[in-house]
């Protein structure tokens, strides 16, 4: 969930190292902070709240240096406070940045303590900091003593290390969180993610598990797990310095909202041969992998589990194949059983979840033969880890709210249901409809996003309201599930959702004129169903707001406030339902005045449990 900057160059390295800070506030933060060795000494300065304070304080008092690391801190270990911002430094000899948790840091801390060390801080890092100065003391070199030191840290993290005895090295590891080499002009750079380092390079190295990587001008030395010198393969990215800007949009997730046809389209790119889905296009042995699946888990976090709420019923119904869905972290720790030869598939925006990541590992401890993810990110850990490897094509989404990294993923979904339905009870006409429907909805999803203006208006009946209500059937009760969050974590309304059959369960208690209640309706065969529950609402008095495909002639209710969706037939109903409700968070957030594309306590990527 931190993010990480690093750099050694011939030139000053702050206002990199400051622009990678920004480039990576999407990924969630409560402090900022930037170091850097200048004539054997280490300048530092850390700052609560968003770069841009640390910008105005170096401002205020420069420093410089070819040699420099940085961090955005994202509170686990000690409240957010300056003193307990990145870097963290050990009597003006050694500075670190960290993402990750240590576990075993109290044992380390209370041996530390007894070496007389001072902490200056409540954070897990500090112990890492103090204990490669310890090492330093019984070997020549920076490398060596990050070697020993990190051989004693139980967890996850990502270092980036500089030492004033060392001046012209610095050193990066990774052990569970993803950290990636910028490879310049006799020049590198680290960083969490390869967006920190378009304004300076498009070639990367992708460290491994257990790397240690000795970083200086003219010299990359990479040692594995096993301390032995590595090559790692430098990666040319496509992406360019403005794929990540907002470009003409107030905030990154509007922008990324009206994004979705076109990544849909991306998503679709390639992989059809005269209307057809190519098994070969998920893999060399997809089909191989395919011909013996006989169920299908799914394990996810957020946003990415409710697209596989989704896809259970797609592939049980379309394909008639079991399928279960699991919350990852809840999968890992409940000892499972699976079924045999089931396929694990894996999704996640960035790939580096850490416990899906986990979760993914236990079912292979388990037995799991075959593994399949969904990702957006190329390189990650879960698409090294995986059989299979589906990529969404969606480009960089910077909002912390996932919009079209979500309709991409069920995308991928469908697809998936086809190409393994063909094994189960899909037929060729079926598959036809549903190919010619995905071809048409990035097309639908453009008459959607007309919607816009109305449903701005709509936003502003939420203006007061502390409480919302979701409702949906079938696989349009994920799709309210997802609605839910959405509202929630840039909004901050308390937001639930439902299966529409579940009001008389217990809801309905709920329901009064302060309560929206926000209702998808396709015109599919549940809809009746789905309107003797919109009634149960409106006749306690609940103010009704029904998403409705524009096919449906609806009885007259003042209570019912209804948006006409153009018609989607079938299955991509789920898939373009989603659009209005993100719409309509973010314009009830955008009223509220929260911050939309890094709303509070929440990061882009959870790498940490």
């Known amino acids: 969930m931190c993010g990480i900057v690093g750099g050694i160059a011939q030139r000053n390295v702050v206002p990199i190292l400051l622009e990678g800070l920004k480039r990576l506030e999407y990924r969630g933060y409560d402090s900022a902070g930037l170091a850097v060795i200048n004539n054997c000494e280490i300048y530092r300065k850390r700052e609560v709240g968003k770069v841009i304070g640390l910008e105005a304080l170096l401002e205020a008092e420069p420093i410089s240096g070819n040699i420099g690391i940085a961090h955005t801190r994202w509170a686990t270990h000690g409240k957010p406070s300056t003193a307990n911002a990145h870097p963290h430094i050990c009597r003006n000899k050694v500075a670190v940045v960290h993402n990750g948790i240590i576990e075993n840091h109290e044992l380390l801390k209370a041996l530390q303590l007894k070496d007389g060390h001072q902490f200056t801080s409540q954070t897990d890092t500090e112990v890492i900091v103090h204990e490669i100065f310890n090492a330093m003391k019984t070997v020549d070199d920076l490398v060596a003593a990050v070697k020993l030191a990190v051989k004693k840290l139980e967890g996850a993290y990502a270092l980036g290390i500089m030492s004033v005895d060392d001046p012209n090295v610095l050193v990066a590891c990774r052990k569970g969180s993803p950290l990636v080499i910028g490879v310049g002009i006799g020049e590198y750079f680290i960083a969490s993610d390869v967006a920190a380092m378009l304004p300076v390079t498009q070639r990367f190295i992708f460290m491994e598990d257990g790397d240690i990587a000795a970083i200086s001008l003219n010299k990359l030395i990479i040692y594995d797990a096993d301390d032995q010198v590595v090559n790692r393969p430098i ?13 003409d949009y107030r905030h990154y997730m509007l922008k990324e909202i009206y994004e979705q046809p076109f990544a849909i389209s991306e998503t679709l790119e390639g992989r059809f041969i005269n209307n057809r889905l190519q098994e070969n296009s998920f893999g060399h042995n997809a ?30 119904e379309i394909a008639r194949v079991p399928c279960h869905v699991e919350v990852a972290s809840e999968f890992r720790y409940r000892n499972p059983v699976l079924m045999a030869d089931t396929l694990i598939i894996t999704i996640s925006q960035s790939g580096e979840t850490a416990d899906t990541l986990a979760a993914l590992q236990e079912a292979k401890r388990l037995g799991a033969k075959y593994s ?3 990702c957006n990110v190329p390189e990650s850990s879960l698409v090294r880890e995986s059989d299979l490897v589906l990529m969404t094509r969606a480009g960089p989404e910077i909002g912390v709210a996932s919009t079209k990294a979500f309709t991409t993923q069920l995308v991928m979904l469908m ?27 990035p097309r639908k999803i453009e008459k959607i996003l007309l919607l816009n203006d109305e449903i701005k208006v709509l936003a502003e009946q939420f203006s007061e309201k502390n409480h919302a209500l979701f409702l949906g059937r ?6 309210a599930m997802e609605g839910a969050l959405k509202l929630k974590e840039i909004s901050y309304i308390h937001a639930e959702a439902y299966p529409a059959g579940e009001l008389k369960h217990g809801p309905l208690a709920l329901i009064d004129a302060d309560m929206p209640v926000i ?49 989607i037939e079938n299955e991509m109903s789920a898939i373009a339902y989603t659009i209005p409700l993100q719409l309509l968070a973010y314009h009830v957030a955008v009223l509220k005045g929260t911050d939309v594309d890094q709303p509070r306590n929440l990061a882009k990527s959870v790498t940490v449990e």
């Open 519 to 567: 209702t998808v309706a396709p015109n599919n065969s549940l809809l009746e169903k789905l309107k003797s529950n919109i009634q149960e609402v409106s006749a306690r008095g609940g103010q009704l707001i029904v998403f409705m495909d524009e096919t449906i002639v609806p009885a007259a209710d003042d209570n019912v406030h209804i948006i006409k969706v153009p018609q």
């Open 415 to 441: 697809l998936l249901v086809i190409v393994i339905g063909r094994r189960f009870k899909l037929t060729d006409q079926v598959e036809q409809k549903i190919s010619a429907d995905l071809f048409s909805l």
């Open 474 to 479: 079938g696989a349009h009760y994920p799709i």
């Open 287 to 316: 089909a191989e992998v395919f011909d013996n699946i006989k169920a299908i888990q799914i394990i996810a976090c957020g946003t990415s589990y409710h697209a596989g709420l989704v896809a259970r019923y797609w592939f049980e």
């Open 235 to 247: 990666k040319e990215s496509k992406l360019t310095a403005d794929a990540v800007d907002k470009g």
């Open 372 to 374: 399949l993810t969904i």
